[in-house]
């Protein structure tokens, strides 16, 4: 998948769990608490900053009393394609995840290497 395509699904993400908290008139701080993180972690995580993770989509949907897909997709909202969409949605997630990882890994090594 491109990578501004992975970028566009986690961006509608991002805003589709920014728009659940809205839509149920909780403040950061009372997701934060639901789902046992800082208003800060939450904060960076609604903004993109600090990754939303698989588990923490659980959280989410727990918290809501929701399906994953109404996390990923919004309320009342299924993906373009059903189940396969979601699948290959949720693919391109995991390989933005590898990518990232990838990438933090590269940035050790060279700090590693600066230290020497």
């Given at each position: ?18 728009e ?14 639901g ?18 993770t698989?588990?923490r989509m ?13 996390v990923l ?16 949605q949720?693919e ?10 990838q990438?933090?890994?590269?940035l ?5 290497y600066?230290?020497?």
């Amino acid at each position: 998948m491109e990578k501004e395509n992975i970028q566009d699904t986690i961006t509608n993400i991002l805003t589709n769990i920014k728009e659940l908290r809205i839509s149920k008139n909780l403040s950061m701080r009372n997701v934060a608490d639901g789902i046992g993180e800082s208003q800060q972690v939450y904060d960076r995580i609604e903004k993109g900053i600090t990754e939303l993770t698989i588990s923490r989509m659980l959280q989410l949907a727990e918290f809501y009393s929701i399906t994953v897909n109404e996390v990923l997709f919004g309320i009342g909202k299924t993906s373009k394609g059903g189940t396969e969409a979601l699948k290959k949605q949720i693919e391109s997630y995991k390989d933005k995840l590898l990518v990232s990882q990838q990438e933090v890994i590269k940035l050790q090594r060279k700090q590693t290497y600066k230290g020497l």
